[in-house]
């Protein structure tokens, strides 16, 4: 017997868009709320697929890459415009549909994995798309979510610092638009760098680790115990940002303010390191008439080139200038740059599809 496609009455209930959701965890919540297996879903979208068959597909394993035919079948399914799921879904956006209609697993690079969704303000079960950013808290301040290891959530509530510490970065990022968050992944990567190598808050951050019940993972949670620091840091970044153009600008003096964030109040030759790297690209310079139309335009293009202006506003979406990545080694690069091998500051850890080119 030919089972009949299905149709916008089989599919009566329609499950809540989450902004930056990935195509596989839109489709699964869609058919469970309405009784289905995800098999008749995807053939009615007309994607022709084996299905894994350990319980898959499963939305933080693969993704579904959807075709424009595709997405108006779905559109018409869950009777909403095509517009409308492409602003919601990253994986529908028009410059991202294929072809043809396929399943791919995600791929195994930091930054690839989609993050669990927060269950507490979002449906429990959803994915996002990291879109190359590893974490970030969630808007309710109740969790942090992140994509390494297959993706995990952390309570924050037992440290209330971290709650501060979004609120710090949110009123920072509406100060300074997209500046602030850049000079937060900034401050974030020199954090980063302070607590592999055990430094500047450490005792600190052992502490937050043991409140949040993650004594035995603190490799998962570094991220989120020196987000507080790192909020900090940005703060004066941006007071170095504003001075370095100005006559008589000194960057010892303001390593020195920095050294007031750690514990013992003084900065190590081993714990500038990660300062002097930044200070390299954030150099002290003569003053010049700043481009663009407004405020913000002008702040951003003071900014080194190594910052790249975020597609997207809001919190944890601009890159660093430091690429050093965690999770490999700080130290020593993984692969070389064929182009400057390994000397320019884009590059030093790992290659740099846009390399600077030898440092001047």
């Not at 940002?241 to 100005?246: C, D, F, I, Q, V």
């Not at 003053?287 to 407004?294: E, F, I, L, S």
Request: aromatic content about 6%.
């Amino acid at each position: 017997m030919t089972t009949a496609p299905l149709a916008a009455d089989d599919v009566p209930i329609r499950v809540p868009l989450i902004h930056g959701e990935t195509n596989l965890s839109y489709l699964l919540r869609t058919a469970t709320a309405n009784g289905l297996a995800l098999g008749p879903l995807l053939d009615a979208l007309g994607l022709a697929l084996e299905l894994p068959e350990d319980g898959g597909p499963l939305p933080q394993r693969e993704e579904v890459h959807l075709s424009p035919e595709a997405l108006d079948r779905l559109a018409v399914l869950v009777e909403r415009e095509p517009e409308q799921l492409a602003r919601a879904l990253p994986g529908v956006h028009p410059d991202r549909l294929a072809e043809t209609p396929y399943l791919e697993p995600w791929p195994g690079e930091f930054g690839a994995g989609p993050l669990p969704a927060c269950p507490l303000c979002m449906e429990p079960g959803a994915w996002l798309a990291a879109e190359g950013h590893r974490w970030r808290p969630c808007g309710c301040g109740r969790r942090w979510m992140a994509g390494d290891d297959a993706g995990y959530l952390v309570d924050t509530g037992p440290v209330p610092a971290l709650g501060r510490a979004l609120r710090g970065h949110r009123e920072f990022v509406h100060r300074l638009g997209p500046v602030g968050d850049a000079l937060l992944a900034d401050a974030h990567q020199v954090a980063l760098w302070w607590w592999v190598h055990g430094q500047v808050a450490a005792e600190e951050w052992r502490a937050y680790e043991d409140a949040l019940g993650l004594s035995r993972h603190r490799r998962r949670v570094a991220p989120v115990v020196v987000y507080p620091l790192a909020v900090a840091l940005a703060e004066l970044m941006w007071k170095w940002e504003e001075r370095r153009r100005k006559p008589r600008a000194s960057a010892e003096e303001w390593v020195e303010a920095v050294a007031e964030l750690a514990a013992a109040g003084t900065l190590t030759r081993r714990e500038r390191e990660p300062l002097n790297y930044w200070l390299e690209q954030h150099r002290a310079e003569v003053a010049a008439k700043p481009r663009g139309r407004t405020a913000t335009e002008r702040r951003w293009n003071r900014l080194p080139a190594l910052h790249e202006r975020p597609a997207e506003h809001g919190l944890h979406r601009a890159p660093s200038c430091l690429m050093w990545v965690y999770g490999l080694p700080l130290t020593s690069t993984t692969a070389v740059c064929e182009r400057c091998n390994g000397r320019a500051p884009s590059c030093r850890w790992v290659p740099y599809a846009k390399c600077t080119g030898l440092p001047k």
